[in-house]
């Protein structure tokens, strides 16, 4: 007797232990549905919750065009800071690419490699800054907008690159860069050079950077970023910059923007 006596008193302890352990699993899961529940509610009524943010965007200047990295940490419910990486391409607003069109002895065209006429340098930059994103109105609930004013500044390098073209004279095509010297056969190009040359002669110009905006951020739930940001830009920098032969160059600089702005929260 007493072996199934102890077997059927082992089978009930196992029995009970399983039923004590599902019990436990279901409250986990039922305290982890009520946490999310939580999350959602306050993310809908607008509370922030995340104290990270990574962010990727794309910016439309109104004289070029830039890529840029931020980072925020945000330090109260109404205030981020952002660290922000950029790196893009000024270009000058007279600029205006062309092709040459060639033709054969039998009348068919081609186009040689475009160009820009008259460039003299491609104005690349790298910027970092440090600003503020303050909030001016919460979205109320997820379907709603988000307003903040953002304000950063910083360092910036001005990039510098000689644009060559391909140019004839008595010994045939040739690559040139604009000089005192090549003048006459810069300004009477047959053709573009493409993106291979000049990268071994890139001059940096150091400077200043700032910049002022508005954000609208229309994601759904607060861990997620998708966001438009509208303002202007300015930069100074050590010494005058030319782009353009015959145009005199420039220290200050001034744009409008517009960004797209994608990212999440943690």
């Known amino acids: 007797m007493r072996k199934p006596i102890l077997v059927l008193a082992l089978l009930l302890l196992a029995a009970t232990v399983h039923a004590q352990d599902a019990a436990s699993r279901r409250d986990k899961k039922e305290q982890r549905k009520l946490q999310q529940t939580r999350v959602m509610r306050r ?10 943010e990574f962010n990727v965007a794309g910016r439309l200047n109104t004289d070029g065009w830039s890529a840029y990295l931020e980072y925020g940490r945000r330090v109260s419910n109404t205030t981020t800071t952002m660290l922000q990486f950029e790196a893009g391409e000024r270009k000058d607003p007279k600029e205006d690419k062309t092709a040459r069109t060639y033709f054969d002895q039998y009348g068919y065209g081609s186009s040689g490699v475009p160009f820009v006429y008259g460039k003299e340098n491609i104005f690349y930059q790298l910027k970092l800054g440090l600003g503020q994103r303050r909030m001016i ?10 307003v903040s004013a953002v304000y950063l500044g910083g360092l910036a390098l001005a990039m510098l690159r000689p644009y060559y073209v391909q140019a004839e004279d008595a010994g045939g095509i040739r690559y040139v860069k604009y000089t005192e010297e090549t003048k ?10 493409g993106l291979k040359r000049g990268w071994d002669e890139l001059k940096v110009v150091p400077g200043l950077h700032g910049k002022l905006g508005m954000r609208f951020d229309w994601a759904e739930f607060n861990k997620v970023v998708s966001a438009l940001e509208v303002g202007v830009n300015a930069e100074v920098y050590s010494k005058k910059i030319n782009i353009m032969v015959g145009h005199p160059g420039k220290q200050f600089f001034f744009d409008a923007y517009v960004s797209l702005i994608l990212g999440k929260r943690w």
């Open 43 to 52: 993310e809908e009524e607008g509370d922030f919750i995340y104290q990270h």
């Open 137 to 146: 109105g919460g979205k109320g609930n997820k379907n709603g907008v988000e």
């Open 184 to 193: 006459e056969l810069f300004l009477s190009p047959v053709g573009g050079s």
